[in-house]
């Protein structure tokens, strides 16, 4: 027997909707780059997203047509995460951190038909030009030039904009948004969301023991917009019909206390970096700043340190350590102590808020070691793996990778974890080598291969070391050839050819040789051990 319910899309135009009939007043603030203050309300923002799905449909986009986005977070970003979806289009959100060849490399992956480019970020663009080609490039301006060659946003909205807009007849298997992961082999892969998987998504993180996000809020998304749909928040904001506050390109911790002190922030969202600067900034000036108290902070992205948690707590914020993944749309874990947990001591519980947590409502976790499903003990490692209505079944162009599915359908995550007779998530490694620095992955199989371009470099192996500031930093270990003996400087110009300053390894290790693994790999692992800890390292840079 089937139920009787009605088979209604869970599709993005419902939380537009919503959104104008039922919050039309909710303000949404986004910071300019000249640090000015630009607001608008929900009423603003469903006029115009509308307005830029109408100019699209005018244009002549398709469904599944891609749409890239080079753009900061705010305002005409949030427009453009509904807009084009609506009109049946794919926003594909691109990583301004990205190097100009692998930016270019990912546009043209996903053959994004249409471009909308903040108008500080054309100098990136300038960088990629030639190396793609877009049917239009539309540039969001704050009342300046538009460069040839482009046209203007507001005028696509403007001009193309008006009039009757009807909602095409979307699936909700519809593609919705784009976004690019780094792989282990190097190449970004495409993610691609689907209506129904950022629906389900929205609609859990408002749970109250996951992000408990309600109309009360006034949400902070310091996360990227370009980085996993800044964790699902402008949407899940949306659908809450929270007030909304975005940064734009000001990221310092004064600029965002700023915001966060002035606009009364309840919730904000972002990896460890950019808490460590804020704690650093309370610390130092405690009576400068008066936030709003047990303000909750999602950690995530990177480990969080438990004492970052407990130097949080006493300046009453409350860190949530998440876990997640681009494949996951992003939210996988999230850390809240049980009813149960109440009596533990204080140590005791900041050790479990310092796991990544329990997986959220419809996410499946299980670690795997060579013996098959791993005990749920705390202390088994193996490599985890997801499932759920929000993890890819694929990536874009299937076929150029598929070794991430097992064959009975999970996800394998690259990470290593434990899981405890609770169900909480610790990651212990990365079965990858890729280092994060402040949120952004950097390939170590991409520095070493350059390196050993160099002709006096016979070995380079490229680990990740801890920082206090960015969480990870590369350091590159390498074996000279015979006869030569490289400089650390000479070296790093070298790479300053191919890679953005940010990728540059901090330190360079000379040694006579790398160790190895049975099959001939190096043993990172070993390296990390050797090279971790400062007063063993014999730092030549
Ligand atoms: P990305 O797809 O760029 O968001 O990166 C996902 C990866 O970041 C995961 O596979 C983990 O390796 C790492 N990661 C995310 N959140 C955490 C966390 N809370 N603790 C440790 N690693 C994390």
Not at 108 to 127: G, K, Q, S, T
Request: glycine share 8%.
């Amino acid at each position: 027997m089937l139920g009787a319910v009605m088979d209604r899309p869970l599709t993005l135009p419902h939380f537009l909707e919503r959104a104008g009939e039922l919050f039309g007043g909710v303000p949404i603030v986004s910071r300019r780059p000249d640090r000015s203050l630009h607001r608008t309300t929900y009423a603003d923002f469903y006029r115009r997203s509308r307005r830029l799905a109408k100019a699209l449909q005018m244009l002549g986009l398709e469904r599944g047509d891609r749409v890239g986005t080079l753009m900061w977070n705010h305002a005409v970003h949030l427009e453009c995460y509904f807009g084009i979806p609506l009109a049946g289009g794919v926003v594909h959100t691109l990583n301004l951190r990205l190097d100009p060849r692998e930016l270019a490399y990912v546009v043209n992956h996903a053959e994004d038909r249409f471009l909308i480019v903040d108008d500080v970020l054309l100098p990136l663009l300038a960088a990629i030009r030639d190396r793609v080609s877009p049917e239009k490039v539309f540039v969001a301006t704050a009342g300046g030039e538009v460069p040839e060659g482009c046209l203007g946003y507001e005028e696509l909205l403007e001009e193309q904009g008006g009039g009757d807009f009807d909602y095409p007849d979307l699936s909700e298997h519809d593609a919705v948004g784009m976004c690019y992961t780094s792989g282990t082999t190097g190449r970004p892969k495409g993610v691609v969301y689907s209506h129904r998987s950022l629906v389900l998504h929205s609609i859990v993180e408002c749970l109250p023991d996951v992000l408990g996000l309600s109309q009360q809020d006034t949400v902070l998304p310091v996360v990227p917009m370009f980085h996993a749909n800044a964790w699902g928040l402008p949407y899940a904001a949306t659908l809450a019909g929270c007030r909304q506050v975005y940064p734009g390109p000001h990221l310092d911790a004064v600029s965002l206390l700023e915001l966060m002190q002035d606009e009364r922030v309840t919730f904000s969202a972002g990896v460890p970096t950019i808490w460590m600067g804020i704690l650093e900034e309370l610390k130092a000036h405690p009576d400068r700043w008066k936030l709003e108290p047990a303000m909750r902070m999602v950690v995530g992205g990177s480990a969080v340190p438990e004492q970052m948690i407990r130097e949080f707590d006493r300046f009453d914020l409350n860190v949530l350590h998440a876990w997640g993944m681009t494949e996951l749309s992003p939210l996988g874990t999230l850390c809240r102590l049980k009813q149960d947990h109440a009596g533990l001591d204080p140590d005791s519980r900041y050790a479990l808020r310092a796991k990544q947590g329990l997986p959220a409502p419809l996410v499946e976790i299980r670690t795997v070691h060579e013996e098959g499903v791993a005990p749920r003990d705390g202390r088994t490692m193996g490599e985890l793996q997801a499932r759920g209505p929000w993890v890819a079944s694929a990536y874009h162009r299937p076929e150029e990778e598929t070794s991430s599915w097992t064959e009975d359908g999970w996800f394998r995550t690259g990470d290593v974890a434990t899981i405890d007779q609770e169900g909480y998530l610790q990651i212990t490694d990365r079965t990858k080598d890729l280092i994060k620095s402040g949120g952004e992955w950097i390939s170590s199989v991409d520095l070493e291969n350059a390196l050993m371009a160099h002709p006096d470099v016979a070995e380079a192996a490229v680990i990740a070391v801890a920082d206090p500031k960015w969480q990870e930093r590369p350091l590159a270990v390498v074996v000279a050839r015979p006869g030569s003996r490289p400089e650390a400087d000479q070296l790093r110009s070298f790479l300053a050819e191919r890679f953005s300053r940010w990728w540059l390894p901090d330190r360079f290790e000379f040694v006579q040789e790398l160790p190895r693994t049975s099959t001939g790999k190096f043993k990172k692992s070993e390296l990390r051990e050797q090279f971790s800890d400062p007063r063993r390292s014999r730092t030549k840079s």
